[in-house]
């Protein structure tokens, strides 16, 4: 199947620094890629829709300039988490998919540690 | 608006025992239906899709799911659980354009020896 790559798998950072999040498709264009975050032993909640080219679309209670995302082409998308807390530690996770097949292949996730 | 519900956020199996998920979904358009694994610090693995097909689905690991349109479920089960199958289970649903996908709260599956 198609596969999606997140880099860093793990990232630990001081309070007040910027950590930037990659989500790259690696075998397939994706216009549109989806950002998620999860709190330890919860779901995944969707923080935003991230559209190449053109602006993120964010979910209710998600602050777009606490996480900046940028889409820049059909194969990269990135979520900036800027001055990091330490409640901004979580688990960030990305899908994408293909275009006109209805899956979405998740990244391995990335751990984010703010101390 | 979609959502996922997922009853009992913690099941425990006899290893060789049926595994059971139970997952029901609410939709105002025909949905699009998913389990997913996750194990820990890993990211999601798709299990099984319901994509307006049939209505019985078959998945990898042995999963499979059955589609109740009458029920507004969507269960998951493995007829003999194996070890390997302890892991985080999360039910989703999407529309059929977006792709946005929703999750329920997911289900820990405990397998004892």
């Known amino acids: 199947g198609a596969v999606v790559s997140q880099h860093p798998s793990w990232v630990i950072c001081k309070s007040g620094t910027s950590v930037k999040i990659e989500c790259r498709s690696l075998?397939?264009?994706?216009?549109?890629m989806f950002w998620y975050r999860q709190f330890p032993k919860q779901s995944l909640m969707l923080m935003a829709t991230?559209?190449?080219?053109?602006?993120?679309?964010?979910e209710q209670g998600v602050e777009k300039d606490k996480f900046l995302i940028n889409h820049a082409s059909l194969t990269l998308s990135t979520l900036t988490v800027t001055s990091a807390h330490p409640e901004d530690s979580s688990f960030y996770i990305c899908?994408?998919?293909?275009?006109?097949?209805?899956?979405?292949?998740f990244g391995a996730g990335t751990r984010l540690s703010v101390l | 608006a979609q959502s996922v519900t997922q009853l009992g956020s913690h099941v425990s199996v006899s290893e060789g025992a049926l595994v059971l998920l139970r997952c029901n979904y609410s939709?105002?358009?025909?949905?699009?239906l998913f389990w997913y694994v996750q194990y820990p610090n890993q990211g999601l693995q798709l299990l099984l899709k319901?994509?307006?097909?049939?209505?019985l689905v078959k998945g990898i690991n042995g999963f499979e799911a059955e589609f109740k349109k009458s029920e507004t479920s969507f269960h998951l089960t493995k007829p003999s659980a194996h070890m390997s199958d302890a892991a985080e289970y999360f039910c989703?649903?999407?529309?059929?354009?977006?792709?946005?996908?929703?999750f329920g709260a997911g289900t820990r599956l405990f397998v004892k020896a």
């Open positions: 899908s994408a998919g293909p275009q006109g097949i209805n899956i979405q292949y």
């Open positions: 075998d397939f264009q994706a216009t549109t």
């Open positions: 991230s559209n190449e080219g053109s602006k993120a679309t964010y």
């Open positions: 939709s105002s358009v025909p949905p699009y």
């Open positions: 319901y994509t307006s097909a049939a209505t």
């Open positions: 989703a649903v999407s529309d059929t354009g977006g792709f946005k996908t929703i």
